[in-house]
Every structure is written in structure tokens, then in C-alpha cells.
């Protein structure tokens, strides 16, 4: 497997970056503990005009800043004040779209990922690009998904819970 540090793999369409994240490994080495599982399913939030994404209308707080950053940076944040969520931001700096790791192979579930990864709000900010404690994997195969609706979003706009932003690997 081949450790994906290409900025410009980041640096791209949120759409086209949730799609090649699908079959591809994430792997974390924490407290030197190693996990490397396989991506299953990713959510695009398209930043200032998606209403439900975090930098909605510009929105830019303390906790929204690292989807203010370069792509590759990582965006975790704690979901119902206990789980913690994992984003990998895309596009250039000032333009506020991620990711969301929503679920890998043997933990379905964006909460039960970053607990199976063991990651918590320490990585917040940090690049995933040439990281020792998380990077991502590419095996050289290609994966087939699926486009399907974003979930856990009943506060957004009909246009945006409408829209088929989920990618789910087939067969995973």
C-alpha cells in the first residue's frame, strides 16, 4: 500500500475527493496503538452554500476553523457532546468544504469509526499529509460505490437533503 501525501489529492472538488476516499485505508497510529481499516462511506458537505454543512452562510467560529484550511486538514468535532466526528477538509484555504468518514469496514457509523481509530479532538487541525499518527492508504485498486442521500440532517434545506452527497462502497 502506497501513503497518499499528495497535497493536490486534497486539494480538490469536495465531491470528487468524498468519491476517491471510498476503498481507501485510513490509518492511525495513536498512543502506539496502529488501526488501518478500509473507507466504506463518506459524506460531501459543500461549504457556504449547503445548509447543512458547518460553514453555512460563512459561518466561521472556533469550531469550524480548521474547514477554513487547506485541504487535508482534519476537521474532528464532538457530535452530542460525546462522540467524535472525523472530516477531512478539501479545496484551498477560504473555502470551508469537507469530508465526513462515515463509516469503515467494521464499524458502521461516523461515531464508531473515530472510536475504532481511537481519535479524539487532539488530531483537530492537523494535516493528515506526511502525519505519524494518521494517514491514508492506497491499495491501487478501484472500488464501485454508490450515491444515495446524507443522513443526520434534518435541519438542512430540501435541495440539500435531497442531494446525493453519501458514497457507499459496494460490497464492503
Not at 452554500?49 to 469550531?63: E, F, L, P, V
Not at 499518527?133 to 491501487?140: A, N, P, R, W
Request: charged residues 25%; hydrophobic residues 40%.
Amino acid at each position: 500500500m502506497k501513503v497518499i501525501n499528495d497535497e493536490n489529492f486534497f486539494t480538490t472538488d469536495t465531491i470528487t475527493l468524498a468519491k476517491k476516499l471510498i476503498g481507501k485505508w485510513i490509518q492511525t497510529n495513536i498512543n502506539g496503538k496502529v488501526v488501518r481499516v478500509q473507507i466504506a462511506e463518506t459524506e460531501a458537505y459543500l461549504g457556504v452554500n449547503d445548509s447543512a454543512c458547518h460553514t453555512y452562510n460563512g459561518k466561521r467560529t472556533t469550531r469550524t476553523e480548521p474547514m477554513w484550511q487547506k485541504g487535508g486538514t482534519l476537521y474532528i468535532y464532538i457530535c452530542y457532546g460525546m462522540h467524535y466526528l472525523l472530516n477531512i477538509v478539501s479545496k484551498n484555504v477560504d473555502e470551508p468544504e469537507a469530508v465526513l468518514i462515515r463509516a469503515v469496514v467494521g464499524a458502521i457509523g461516523p461515531a464508531k469509526t473515530t472510536k475504532l481509530l481511537n481519535i479524539d479532538k487532539s488530531l483537530n487541525c492537523e494535516s493528515i499529509i506526511n502525519n505519524p499518527k494518521i494517514c491514508l492508504l492506497d491499495d491501487g485498486k478501484k472500488y464501485k460505490f454508490v450515491a444515495l442521500k446524507r443522513v443526520g440532517i434534518d435541519y438542512a434545506l430540501d435541495k440539500d437533503k435531497n442531494a446525493l452527497l453519501r458514497y457507499c462502497l459496494i460490497n464492503a
